[in-house]
C-alpha cells in the first residue's frame, strides 16, 4: 500500500509536536498546550498509525509514557514501570473498554471494578525499606524519574515511617502529589505580592514546587499526597484486590481519596462519573476525570498490558476546563454602576460542558498583565458556572498582525467621558444619569428614601418600567399617568395613583436630597449636605472648580473631580434640564458671604430625647449650619446636646472634658448661630 506524502508529513508533524509538548510539561513545567489539546493530537497519531502501521516508529510518543527526566535531578530506574492510562471521553467508549475486558477474560458477566477520582497533579513512586521512607521519585517516562526524596520528605501527609506490624521488607507506594485549590490562590496571591511568576493552574503549581532545587522553598508550598496504587515485585505478597490494597496502604498512614467506589460493571461506572461530575466543582482539589480499575489482581494480571498503558484501567475524562482559543476582538461594557469592563470576542470552543465566546477580562490592568493583544491564541478557564476567563496568553503564537487592546475614551453606550481615578483598577462611565446601560441603578438610586424619597417605586416596578421602555432617564419618571402606568400587569387603577401622587410629591426636595440624588460618584448622604449648606443651590455647585469645591468639608480631591467631571457632561446637564422642565424644584438655601458656615469644620454629638424637635431635626438644623453630626464622642468632639435620658455618650463626653449642652442652652446657641 502506498503511503500518501501528506499523511508521511503529518505523522511526523504530530511526533514533532507531541515530542516538544512532552518536554515542555515535563522537564520545563511550561505546558504549552492544554491537557486537552495534546490528547486531541495524541489521538489523531494513533489513529494513523493504526490505519498505516508502516508509520509507526520506535521513537513514536504513542510508545511511550512521557518526556524524559530532568537532568538536574539525579535518576531513578523504576524497578516496575509506571505506565499511564488510556483514556475514554464517552459512555460508549467506556462501554468498549468494559466489553474488551470481558472479551480478554472470557466472561459473561460483570467485572467488577474500582472507581477513583483522577486527582490533577504529579505521580510519583515512594520507597519503603523496613518501613521506613528512603527514595522518593517522579514518574518521569515511566521507566526513568528524578529523585525527588528531600522534596517529598517536607510533604506533611508522606509518612516517613508506615505504620504498623509485619510490614514487607521493600514496598513501593504510588500516589499523587497535588496542591488544594485554597492552597493554590494563596500561594499565586503571595508570588504576585512579590512581583514573581504566578502558575497558571494547580496542577503546574505542585509540579514546580515538587522539583524546587532547595527543599525549604518546597516545605513552604502547600502541597498534599494521595496514594493510589501499591507495587511489590512478589504480589504474592498483597491482598487479593485492589481495594483491600488501598486500605493495606490506608493502614500504613497514607491518605487515600474518600470519593472512591466500586461496582459491578460499565453501568455502575458510568453512575459513578455522572455523581463525581456533580460534585466537581466542590471538591476542595482539582479533577480531571475518574480512574476505573477492574479490581480482582489476579484478573488484572491476566489482562496484562500494552506497550505504554495496562489493559485493566481507563481514565474516563470529563469536559475540560482548560482549552485553547482566538481572541477576536476585545469589547468593553458598562456594568448598572458605570464599571467598564473589557470582554474578549473568543473564536467558539467548548470548554467545561459548554461552548464559550466571550470571557471577562476584569479590567486594562488585567490585560496589562497578561499582555493579552487582538489575535493572541490564550489559555480559557472555565470551572462550573464561574464566568470563563483567559489565564495566559500564548505570546510565542501571535501574528504579526495583532494589536493592542486600547480603552475607549468614551462610554460605548452614551459617549459621555470614561474617568479612572488614579490607583484604581476600574474605569467608569460618568454619564450616570443619562446612560442606558446605568439606567435602572441610576432610578433606583433616585427614587430610594435617603434620595427623592419616592414610595412605591421599587425595583420590581423599575424593572418593568425600563424593559417596557416607558422610563429612559429619571426625569421621564414625572411623565407618567395614571391611564399608562395602570395597563401594567398586576398595577390596578389605585396603585397608579398612588405611585403618580408619590412622583409628583417629590418635586420639591431639599437641595441635599437632589444632590444626593444625581448619584455623583463617591458623593453620599453627608457630602450632599455639606456642598448644600456650603453653597445653597445647584448652579454654583455645577460651576465650581475644583478648588473651590474642596473648600467644602468632606470634599477632597478625589470628590471634588468627580463632581467637576459629572457637571461638565452634556448628557448629565440635560437630564437635569428636563427634571427641571419636569417641575423638580430643590429648595435652595441662603449662606453666609463667601460660602462661610459659622459652624463649619465643627463636630457634635445628640443623646437622649429633646422636647422641643426630635434626633433628625436637631441634626438637621446643625448641618444647615455646616456642623457635622457623629454617633461617637471623641476628643475630636465640639460638644455634646444632652437631652432626657442621655446614657454612655455623656459620660464619655464628661470623661473627656468635652462640652455638654443641655436642651435649653441648646436651643439658645442655634438662635444666635441662625441669626449670625
Known sequence: MNLPPEISRRALALRDQLNEHNYRYYVLDEPSIPDVEYDRLFRELQALESEYPELLTEDSPTRRVGGRAENSFAEVQHRIPMLSLDNAFSADELREFDRRVRERLDIDGEVEYVSEPKLDGLAVSLHYEEGVLRLAATRGDGFTGEDITENIRTIPSVPLRLRGDNLPAVVEVRGEVYMPKEGFARLNRELEARGEKTFVNPRNAAAGSLRQKNPRVTAKRPLELCAYSVALEDESLLPDTHWDCLQLVKAWGFRINPQMGRGPGAEACLAAYDALLTQRDALPYEIDGIVFKVNSLKLQRDLGFVSRAPRWAIAHKFPAQEELTEVLDVEFQVGRTGAVTPVARLKPVFVGGVTVSNATLHNMDEIARLDLHVGDTVFIRRAGDVIPQVVRVLAERRPADARAVIRPETCPVCDSEIVQVEGEAVARCSGGLYCGAQRREAIRHYASRKAMDIEGLGEKWIDILVDQDKVQTVADLYRLTVDELKTLDRMGEKSASNLVNAIAASRAPELWRFIYALGIREVGEATAK???????????????????????????????????????????????????????????????????????????????????????????????????????????????????????????????????????????????????
Open 530 to 676: 455639606a456642598l448644600a449648606n456650603h453653597f445653597g443651590d445647584l448652579g454654583p455647585i455645577a460651576e465650581a472648580d475644583e478648588d473651590s469645591l474642596q473648600a467644602v468639608p468632606d470634599v477632597g480631591p478625589v470628590v471634588a473631580d468627580h463632581i467637576v467631571r459629572f457637571f461638565r457632561q452634556a448628557h448629565n446637564q440635560e437630564t437635569i434640564a428636563a427634571l427641571q422642565a419636569a417641575g423638580v424644584r430643590w429648595k435652595t438655601l441662603e449662606v453666609a458671604a463667601g460660602g462661610a458656615q459659622p459652624l463649619a469644620g465643627s463636630t457634635y454629638v445628640l443623646t437622649g430625647t429633646l422636647s422641643g424637635m426630635n434626633r433628625d431635626e436637631a441634626k438637621a438644623q446643625l448641618e444647615a449650619l455646616g456642623a457635622k453630626v457623629s454617633g461617637s464622642v471623641s476628643k475630636k468632639t465640639t460638644a455634646v446636646v444632652a437631652g432626657e435620658a442621655a446614657g454612655s455618650k455623656l459620660s464619655k463626653a464628661e470623661s473627656l472634658g468635652v462640652p455638654v449642652m443641655d436642651e435649653t442652652a441648646f436651643m439658645a446657641f442655634l438662635a444666635t448661630h441662625q441669626q449670625a
